[in-house]
């Protein structure tokens, strides 16, 4: 499964941290049991990575409900760690209705995900039926991949907000375009905060601060693998287009996720705790674009006859046991994460500068924890303005 491994420590560790791994070989042998096993089987090991991804991008929007009066404006950065359940750390391959000429060979059937286990000794089977009816013939063995180990995935923001009078402020995120080598990434996000408790007048005189949140995220991540080469024709494969170069693939990665929060605050001296409960959804796709050369079950060979004959007719492609095949587009799979969220937290002000850290208790277990700091100047004009 070397796409995800390849995704799983490539994409995020570099995208994230700047970390490179070897992701060459970016085709996945899982592929060679078709197209709709292969994606059962990545979603599934990838699907943790997925919703946490979004939990992560619906964090850090706020840390107090007093939006900045006219003109005021901050610049905060956050560190967001996404924890991960323990019931996301593996899946279970019988549960996923893989099809019959795909099994496991040997060790446990339930298998780490992305979050797992390092350590993984299964492996899993693409079988052949053989025409007299005897036993299937095992034709390929692929390990199942192992995990990263991790308990939880970091995700940085960088957020400006600017107050616009009437007891509101407008936020951003953005991350231009950034190329480097193989990979290409890109973020915007925008939100609001209004504080509408101002405008009802049973509640304008209590001594907190009472305000609606909006946030919304778009993330893209780009990877172009190394130039792939099919596998040679040999006596047991068969390759109709022999040694031809694949150099159109790319691994996509976009996530887009929005969280609406009510928000309540008390701003004592320089501390300030915060609450707020509301709802979020984020969905993130994992797409294996362009050609792949797949190697698969020739079924057009009786077994019976091909695995009793020494040598075979290169030229024939039904004297091989196995075919390689061009498959577009192979894999897409996604994950939505939905669901109500609460988070409580405290801000220290001091002067311009602040620190914040904040919990968050999040859809699917997926809880956040952030820290971060801000240059924060609260008003520059007066703020009924």
């Known amino acids: 499964m070397r796409i995800l491994s390849g995704f799983n420590l490539s994409l995020v560790f570099g995208f994230l941290f700047t970390t490179t791994i070897n992701a060459q070989d970016a085709t996945s042998t899982f592929l060679r049991s078709g197209v709709g096993d292969a994606n059962k089987l990545i979603g599934a090991y990838a699907e943790p990575l997925l919703q946490s991804f979004g939990a992560g991008l619906n964090s850090g929007w706020f840390q107090t409900a007093k939006p900045h009066g006219a003109l005021g404006m901050s610049l905060t950065i956050s560190s967001n760690f996404i924890l991960v359940p323990n019931d996301a750390k593996t899946f279970d391959i019988n549960s996923l209705g893989l099809s019959p000429n795909v099994r496991l060979v040997s060790g446990s059937n339930i298998t780490p995900t992305v979050f797992g286990n390092k350590n993984n000794n299964s492996d899993v089977g693409l079988y052949a039926r053989v025409a007299d009816g005897g036993p299937d013939t ?168 091909v695995f009793g004959t020494p040598n075979y007719n290169a030229n024939n492609a039904n004297s091989h046991p196995l075919i390689v095949r061009e498959i577009k587009d192979p894999v897409a799979v996604s994950a939505t994460l939905s669901g109500l969220r609460a988070t409580a937290g405290f801000r220290l002000k001091f002067t311009v500068f602040t620190l914040h850290a904040d919990y968050t208790m999040s859809a699917g277990g997926f809880n956040v924890v952030s820290a971060g700091l801000g240059l924060n100047v609260q008003s520059l004009l007066p703020p009924k303005l």
Do not use: C, H
């Open 138 to 305: 095992l034709l390929l063995r692929q390990p199942l991949p192992s995990g990263t180990g991790l308990s939880f995935l970091p995700l940085p923001t960088a957020q400006f907000s600017i107050g616009i009078g009437l007891n509101s402020e407008l936020s951003i995120r953005f991350l231009p375009e950034i190329k480097s080598g193989d990979y290409d990434v890109n973020m915007i996000g925008f939100g609001g905060k209004f504080e509408f408790k101002e405008w009802i007048p049973v509640m304008k005189k209590m001594p907190f601060n009472l305000s609606a949140q909006f946030g919304f995220t778009q993330f893209n991540a780009y990877y172009k693998p190394s130039q792939l080469q099919a596998q040679q024709s040999d006596n047991y494969t068969y390759n109709p287009n022999n040694g031809k170069q694949y150099n159109n693939q790319e691994l996509t990665f976009e996530s887009t996720a929005w969280t609406a929060n009510l928000i309540i605050s008390k701003k004592l001296a320089f501390f300030t705790p915060y609450l707020g409960v509301g709802y979020q959804q984020a969905t993130t796709k994992l797409n294996l674009e362009g050609e792949y050369p797949v190697t698969d079950v020739n079924q057009n060979v009786d077994y019976t006859a």
